[in-house]
Nanobody, 117 residues
Framework: QVQLVESGGGLVQAGGSLRLSCTAS????????MAWYRQAPGKQRELVTG???????NYADSVKGRFTISRDNAKNTVYLQMNSLKPEDTAVYYC???????????WGQGTQVTVSS
């Protein structure tokens, strides 16, 4: 069983920064993608950014240039550095681990990020 544990959320003023972390434990196949999603109140969950094991990344247009995803494969940990935060970034952020070409898809419990104006 794979478990994802997130940390690093909180309250920050607009223009500030936060760093989220997510560590995976359990049996983890190497061919995976780790990603961050977010869900704001009344909205659908959306993909923020993802990173493959070899470091290829993709970002939602709304966060390009402000957010940076990285991972430490030895620690099974993914990070999300969020800079220049805006009130519209307020959401619950979820860590996701997907084993490519399989049905295995895992979620963290979510961490709240609140950006005040």
């Amino acid at each position: 069983q794979v478990q994802l544990v997130e940390s690093g959320g909180g309250l920050v003023q607009a223009g500030g920064s936060l760093r989220l972390s997510c560590t995976a434990s359990g049996i983890i196949f190497s061919n995976n993608v780790m990603a961050w999603y977010r869900q704001a109140p009344g909205k659908q969950r959306e993909l923020v950014t993802g990173i493959t094991r070899d470091g290829s990344t993709n970002y939602a247009d709304s966060v390009k240039g402000r957010f940076t995803i990285s991972r430490d494969n030895a620690k099974n940990t993914v990070y999300l550095q969020m800079n220049s935060l805006k009130p519209e970034d307020t959401a619950v952020y979820y860590c996701n681990l997907n084993i490519i070409a399989t049905k295995y898809n895992y979620w963290g419990q979510g961490t709240q990020v609140t950006v005040s104006s």
